[in-house]
């Protein structure tokens, strides 16, 4: 089993910064992919960014210029910079990690995080 744990989250006035974690825990032996998805009220839930092995990354437009994804390989993490917040930023943001954990045979697993909410507002 893989476990996600978020922290970061909170109430911010626009123009404001956070910075998202989201360390990946378990019996882990490689990740493909890490991301950060949201959902708004009444909204689908939608990728805001993404990185791949070997470090490409894809952002939605929405977040190209303000947020920057990084993940730090050694501790299993990602992380989500969110720069000139705005109202229309609020949402719960989710992390979700890819990858292959131990088991016999070895299973690729995609776990979800438990989702940290980011208000925007003044």
């Known amino acids: 089993q893989v476990q996600l744990v978020e922290s970061g989250g909170g109430l911010v006035q626009p123009g404001g910064s956070l910075r998202l974690s989201c360390a990946a825990s378990g019996s882990i032996i490689s990740i493909n992919a890490m991301g950060w998805y949201r959902q708004a009220p009444g909204k689908q839930r939608e990728l805001v960014a993404a990185i791949i092995s070997g470090d490409s990354t894809h952002y939605a437009d929405s977040a190209k210029g303000r947020f920057t994804i990084s993940r730090d390989n050694a501790k299993n993490t990602v992380y989500l910079q969110t720069n000139s917040l705005k109202p229309e930023d609020t949402a719960v943001y989710y992390c979700?990690?890819?990858?292959?954990?131990?088991?016999?045979?070895?299973?690729?697993?995609?776990?979800w995080g438990q989702g940290t909410q980011v208000t925007v507002s003044s």
């Open positions: 979700n990690v890819d990858g292959v954990h131990w088991g016999s045979p070895l299973s690729p697993f995609s776990s």
